[in-house]
């Protein structure tokens, strides 16, 4: 579970991670990749801990890494950028950072604040690294079947697949959109392809419009987060105590960071399910869809291959029946099978023969 921040120089994009990972970003170091592990802020963590008052409590989190950014418009910039490439295409999610500032002291990139443009440059280098991969890898196919082999059916059928990347590539359209079943899926998944991954728009605005600017159309985003990244880094550096008070005399309800956080866990197919104790509070992270013995295995194999049931119930049904002797009166905890599907917000407690 990767994320990985893109974007133009100058575009805001070392301060956006610095404010959702709450590192300290030196602007004068050598450029490289920054990575961290976000911690997804979760107002149900916070219930629970202040309810159960456990010895830990354990958000979820992912992984965030900083892509240092790339002037693709010259041929230092473009290498520079393909250095990069086995890095970005490790990540499941693309956080696009444009910039929507002035700051005379921070140098425009090509003398301008255009952040649909600059989008759309990103966008357009995307596309063109894909098609690039796909051209590549297609010339090596074709080679190959001229002669017979035991892999010919199988390198057959990936040429065709990837015929129809190349024609939608062309025209500009995501792999997304042609890759239609899993089976298509599986069989590319090594290439780690960009226009393939979900994508997520930061419009980095000034602080001045902070609380009013509105989301970039970015059509090919699955998330539009706006932020004033300089604030949102001011904010993650506060002490939690500090925090509401700052937060107040911005006329900010919470901080833009925390939004950005959730549109990438939501945007990577992510959603959690939580345990409560005495000992520990904790969210589990699971893929939309997945079982309740596949949650079961999150926890622990043997919880896993020993399942019997998962006691659960919904989070808004504890809250509303006060704790968990409430939700039992209420008959709001079920008693749920192998298969169940487990929903985001769950509270579970596994039974397992181990």
Not at 238 to 256: Q, V
Not at 272 to 295: C, H, Y
Request: aromatic fraction near 6%; include cysteine; charge should be negative.
């Amino acid at each position: 579970m990767k994320a990985a921040i893109i974007g133009l120089p100058q575009s805001g994009k070392s301060t956006v991670f610095a404010a959702a990972s709450g590192k300290v970003v030196d602007p004068y170091a050598p450029p490289e990749v920054q990575p961290a592990v976000v911690r997804v802020p979760d107002s149900r963590v916070d219930w629970l801990t202040d309810h159960c008052k456990p010895k830990k409590t354990i958000l979820a989190t992912f992984e965030l890494a900083d892509i240092p950014g790339c002037d693709l418009s010259d041929s230092k910039g473009r290498a520079d950028w393909r250095k990069l490439l086995p890095t970005v295409r490790q990540a499941e999610l693309l956080v696009v950072v444009v910039r929507d500032f002035e700051d005379p002291s921070v140098p425009m990139h090509k003398d301008r604040v255009d952040p649909q443009a600059d989008f759309d440059e990103v966008w357009t280098e995307l596309v063109f690294s894909d098609l690039e991969a796909v051209t590549n890898r297609i010339a090596k196919l074709e080679h190959s079947l001229k002669k017979p082999t035991k892999t010919h059916d199988a390198e057959k059928a990936e040429l065709t697949l990837l015929q129809r990347c190349h024609e939608a590539l062309e025209s500009e359209k995501p792999l997304a959109d042609a890759l239609q079943t899993e089976s298509d899926k599986a069989c590319l998944s090594s290439f780690g392809f960009l226009t393939e991954k979900p994508v997520v728009c930061v419009r980095n605005v000034g602080d001045d419009v902070a609380t009013s600017a509105e989301p970039l159309s970015a059509s090919h985003a699955v998330g539009h987060v706006v932020m004033s990244a300089s604030i949102e880094a001011d904010i993650a550096q506060l002490d939690a105590d500090d925090r509401p008070a700052f937060l107040a005399e911005l006329g900010i309800a919470a901080p833009a960071s925390d939004r950005l956080i959730q549109t990438c866990y939501d945007a990577l197919g992510l959603i959690s399910f939580l345990t409560m104790g005495p000992d520990e509070v904790r969210a589990w992270t699971i893929r939309k869809g997945n079982t309740a013995q596949e949650a079961a295995g999150k926890i622990h194999s043997d919880l896993s291959r020993g399942f019997i049931r998962a006691e659960t119930v919904a989070y808004d049904d504890l809250v509303a029946n006060s704790d968990m002797k409430g939700a039992k009166a209420a008959g709001k905890v079920r008693k749920e099978g192998k298969t169940y599907i487990v929903a985001d917000g769950d509270i579970m407690n596994i039974l397992a023969n181990t």
